[in-house]
């Protein structure tokens, strides 16, 4: 049984990946705030030049503050605890239904060469992390 919930994960990894989608715990907000802030704080002090100083300073500290957060959703799924995975899994498995396979070379494609089941579990995926995780999606360009 083991191996077939490290099966759907790696499934899942394969579907992000190939979604290029990273995912930002939420708290994002913190990042903007200082830029914004310190852009305000420096336009109050320094006029024009002092937005252009504050909002630089601002965008390092919000990246300082925000580092570490964006991870790709192959890593976040492959962090999970046992727990989190078991509920992914039996998320995902009302959606793969009575699908056999004997290794993750086949489930992947099964799924792959299915758009409709693909869609599913990517929508399946993503709303768990939402939900679950409380985290962010977004798409890679």
């Excluded at 913190?30 to 420096?42: E, I, R």
Aim: glycine share 14%; hydrophobic share 45%; proline share 3%.
């Amino acid at each position: 049984m083991a191996h077939r919930v490290d099966d759907v994960m790696k499934l899942c990894c394969e579907l992000s990946a190939n979604q290029q989608v990273k995912s930002t715990v939420k708290g994002s907000g913190k990042g903007a705030a200082a830029a914004g802030g310190l852009a305000f704080a420096g336009g109050v002090v320094g006029g024009p030049l002092g937005i252009a100083v504050g909002g630089a300073v601002g965008g390092l500290l919000g990246c300082w503050l925000t580092s570490g957060q964006f991870k790709p959703l192959p890593q976040i799924i492959m962090e999970l605890s046992p727990l989190q995975q078991q509920k992914l899994y039996d998320d995902l498995m009302a959606i793969l239904g009575d699908i056999q396979w004997i290794d993750l070379v086949q489930l992947t494609a099964l799924v792959m060469g299915n758009t409709s089941l693909k869609h599913q579990l990517t929508a399946a995926l993503l709303g768990y992390v939402n939900k679950e995780l409380q985290a962010e999606v977004h798409y890679v360009d």
